[in-house]
C-alpha cells in the first residue's frame, strides 16, 4: 500500500517564478492537506482541499493556491515567489470521518528560492 | 485559536526513559498527536489520543494527557539511538464538513540519545 508521495523532491526556482508541486494521497484517502514547514520550525497549515474544493485556509497570500482532482491526487501552485518561500513542502492525506482523523504525511518537496 | 507550545531540546543516555512535554490552548481539541521527524525527512504519525483518554500505551511509547492543563506528554521507554530526531506535538483547530480540522504544530522537541 503506497504511502502519500510527493513531487518532486528537490526545485530550485528564482524570485518571481511560479512553481506547482504534486501530491498523492495514500489509497483511500480522500481529503488532502498542505503545509509549509521553515528551516527550525513546526510545519503550518495553507489549506486544505476535500471533494475538490479548498474546505480551509491558513494565514497565506492569495499566491498560494491549489487543486484536488477526481482522484484526491493535489497540486500546490505558488506565484510570484520570494525568497521567504524557501521551504519544505509536506502534503498530507486523510480520510473524512476515519478513525482518529489521522494525517499521513508524505516526504515532501524542498522548494529553494534564489 | 490553537496554540501548541513545546520545550525545544532535550539529551538522554542511551537506555534511559525520555519525556517530551507539550502544552496547548483549544480545550475542545478531540484527538493530540505526536510526529516524528528525522533530518531531512517528512512526518511520521507516531500515536495519537482522544481527549476523553487520560492515557495510552503503544509498546515503548507512552502518552499523557492531562485535559485540566492542557499538558500532553510523550514517554519513550529504553530509548536508542535512532530515536534521535524532532518531535512534534500536533492539535487539530476548526473543521468543516466531511473534513478534519488543520493541524497545529509546536516548534519541535530536538531530542539528542547519547550512546
Known amino acids: 500500500d503506497a504511502g502519500v508521495t510527493q513531487s518532486p523532491t528537490h526545485l530550485i526556482k528564482t524570485r518571481g517564478q511560479q512553481v506547482t508541486l504534486r501530491c498523492s494521497p495514500k489509497s483511500g484517502h480522500d481529503t488532502v492537506s498542505w503545509y509549509q514547514q521553515a528551516l527550525g520550525q513546526g510545519p503550518q497549515f495553507i489549506f486544505q482541499y476535500y471533494e475538490e474544493e479548498e474546505r480551509q485556509r491558513g494565514n497565506f497570500p492569495d499566491r498560494f493556491s491549489g487543486h484536488q482532482f477526481p482522484n484526491y491526487s493535489s497540486e500546490l501552485n505558488v506565484n510570484a515567489l520570494l525568497l521567504g518561500d524557501s521551504a519544505l513542502y509536506l502534503c498530507?492525506?486523510?480520510?473524512?470521518?476515519?478513525?482518529?482523523?489521522?494525517?499521513?504525511f508524505g516526504p515532501g518537496t524542498r522548494l529553494t528560492v534564489l | 485559536g490553537e496554540d501548541v507550545e513545546q520545550s525545544l531540546f532535550l539529551s538522554v543516555r542511551e537506555g534511559d526513559s525520555s519525556v517530551i512535554n507539550c502544552t496547548y490552548t483549544?480545550?475542545?481539541?478531540?484527538?493530540l498527536y505526536w510526529y516524528k521527524q528525522e533530518p531531512g525527512a517528512g512526518l511520521q504519525l507516531l500515536t495519537y489520543i482522544f481527549s476523553n483518554m487520560d492515557m495510552k500505551q503503544d509498546q515503548r511509547l507512552t502518552v499523557l494527557l492531562n485535559k485540566k492543563d492542557k499538558h500532553l506528554s510523550l514517554r519513550i521507554a529504553d530509548t536508542q539511538t535512532g530515536d534521535s530526531a524532532i518531535y512534534f506535538c500536533?492539535?487539530?483547530?476548526?473543521?468543516?464538513?466531511?473534513?478534519?480540522?488543520?493541524?497545529?504544530f509546536g516548534k519541535g522537541t530536538k531530542l539528542s540519545v547519547k550512546p
Open positions: 483549544d480545550s475542545s481539541s478531540t484527538y
Open positions: 500536533a492539535a487539530p483547530t476548526g473543521g468543516y464538513g466531511g473534513s478534519q480540522g488543520n493541524l497545529i
Open positions: 498530507a492525506s486523510s480520510l473524512a470521518g476515519g478513525p482518529g482523523n489521522e494525517q499521513f
